[in-house]
């Protein structure tokens, strides 16, 4: 109780200073966050998303329901302009599925595929809570750098 208290403490402090902190607001962020998982135990990693992971929540949604492995590569190389290996979406769909963001099924046998079924991707409600999370915090980093990350001269 006594460290959830301090915890709270410490965050009220840098959230009323937050202006006097904006050139290492990286850091508070980090801080936070850490403190956040020593002091009430929350299980941060499970929650967080990287880009790529950002990447294909937001294509599955974009997709609906023609969301499926090939269609997902394709979406993400025409729209970022880059090349991925399916391998390496593989492996990204299966943490997504494992920390309860997208869940999958199985479609129907089609003749164009030799009779295999399509594996279908859907996000979940933790999943767009997730990216609305991302998004907030985002939206607030880029809130508070907008003077440092100006292209005016």
């Known amino acids: 109780m006594q460290q959830k208290i301090w915890f709270w403490s410490v965050l009220s402090h840098i ?5 006097h902190f904006s ?7 980090e801080t936070y966050a850490t403190l ?7 299980d941060f990693m499970k929650g967080y998303i990287g880009e790529f992971e950002e990447l294909v929540l937001l294509t599955i949604a974009s997709l609906g329901e023609d969301a499926y492995g090939v269609s997902i590569k394709e979406d993400i190389e025409k729209r970022s302009d880059r090349s991925i290996s399916i391998g390496a979406l593989h492996s990204t769909i299966t943490r ?8 999958s099924w199985l479609g129907e046998p089609t003749q164009e595929r030799g ?3 399509k594996r279908f991707f859907e996000i979940t409600h933790q999943g767009k809570l997730s990216l609305h999370h991302i ?10 750098s ?8």
């Not at 959230?15 to 202006?19: E, G, Q, R, S, V």
């Not at 907008?146 to 001269?153: M, N, P, Q």
């Open 15 to 19: 959230l009323t200073n937050i202006h």
């Open 23 to 29: 050139a290492n607001i990286f850091l508070i962020i």
């Open 36 to 42: 956040a998982c020593v002091f009430l135990k929350i």
């Open 96 to 103: 997504l599925e494992e920390k309860g963001l997208i869940k």
């Open 115 to 117: 009779g295999r079924r």
């Open 135 to 144: 998004k907030d915090l985002r939206d607030e980093l880029w809130k508070l």
């Open 146 to 153: 907008r003077t440092a990350l100006s292209l005016a001269k």
